[in-house]
């Protein structure tokens, strides 16, 4: 396979928003934004994944999704990736290992609204992400709580950020993690599919 990874300078720091966009969404994009904002971030890499392990039911084609996606979030600092589908690798915790080995010199932070932060601790080698990269979190209607409270929360509470000060989230060492009350938007691919007509358009 030939490799089409992304461009990033020595010294950056890339949010990694990985997810299924399945559709991407006006959420997605504005969340995106924030985090570029309120994290300190350079730059923001999506990574659409080749499918949740956590999820049963398979989603749309890999090249339909991105493409979506690639409508959805227009921005000169945001990449629109395939970079698991690339490395093979579809648990997190293997992505950001791999994405360490091959950007040696470049600060990855880990983004996620704040429903997966309520799952997180049934990641695959949870602890270890947590352990090896900053991870911002994003408010989401009805997720605040769930996401205050959960486990990964109560066990990494001596190292949140407070939200004011989410743009030291960059430059901290892990662990570090850091809730941010943004304005919310409501949006879920969820709902769209609800809706109908995603999964009947054609890439
Ligand atoms: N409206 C939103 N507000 C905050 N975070 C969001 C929002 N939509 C998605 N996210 C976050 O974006 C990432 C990717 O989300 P995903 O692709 O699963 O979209 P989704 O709308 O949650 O999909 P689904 O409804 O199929 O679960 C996740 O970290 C998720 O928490
Ligand atoms: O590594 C895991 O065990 C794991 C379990 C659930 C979700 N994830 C990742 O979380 C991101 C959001 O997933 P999703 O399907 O909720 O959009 C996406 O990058 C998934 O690969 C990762």
């Known amino acids: 396979?030939?490799?089409?990874?992304?461009?990033?300078?020595?010294?950056?720091?890339?949010?990694?928003?990985?997810?299924?966009?399945?559709?991407?969404?006006?959420?997605?994009?504005?969340?995106?934004?924030?985090a570029l904002k309120r994290f300190g971030l350079d730059r923001v890499w999506w990574l659409v994944s080749p499918g949740n392990p956590l999820k049963?039911?398979?989603?749309?084609?890999?090249p339909k999704r991105m493409a979506r996606a690639r409508e959805v979030m227009?921005?000169?600092?945001?990449?629109?990736?395939?970079?698991?589908?690339?490395?093979?690798?579809r648990f997190t915790a293997q992505t950001v290992a791999r994405l360490r080995q091959l950007y040696p010199q470049v600060r990855f932070v880990w983004l996620m609204g704040a429903d997966n932060m309520a799952q997180f601790h049934q990641w695959q080698?949870?602890?270890?992400?947590?352990?090896?990269?900053?991870?911002?979190?994003?408010?989401?209607?009805?997720?605040?709580?769930?996401?205050?409270?959960?486990?990964?929360?109560?066990?990494?509470?001596?190292?949140r950020i407070p939200g004011r000060f989410g743009h030291l989230l960059a430059r901290a060492e892990a662990p570090a993690w850091c809730f941010v009350n943004v304005p919310m938007n409501d949006a879920s691919s969820?709902?769209?599919?609800?809706?109908?007509?995603?999964s009947a358009q054609t890439g």
């Not at 049963?56 to 890999?62: D, W």
């Open 125 to 159: 080698d949870w602890r270890r992400i947590m352990e090896t990269v900053p991870i911002g979190v994003l408010a989401r209607p009805g997720q605040r709580i769930s996401a205050r409270m959960s486990r990964a929360a109560g066990l990494y509470a001596p190292y």
């Open 190 to 198: 969820t709902a769209i599919r609800a809706r109908g007509g995603w």
């Open 74 to 89: 227009q921005h000169p600092r945001v990449e629109v990736t395939d970079i698991e589908d690339q490395l093979g690798t």
């Open 1 to 34: 396979m030939r490799y089409t990874m992304p461009y990033a300078a020595p010294g950056q720091v890339i949010g990694l928003l990985g997810g299924s966009f399945d559709p991407a969404h006006a959420g997605h994009a504005h969340i995106t934004t924030e």
């Open 56 to 62: 049963s039911r398979g989603p749309e084609p890999l």
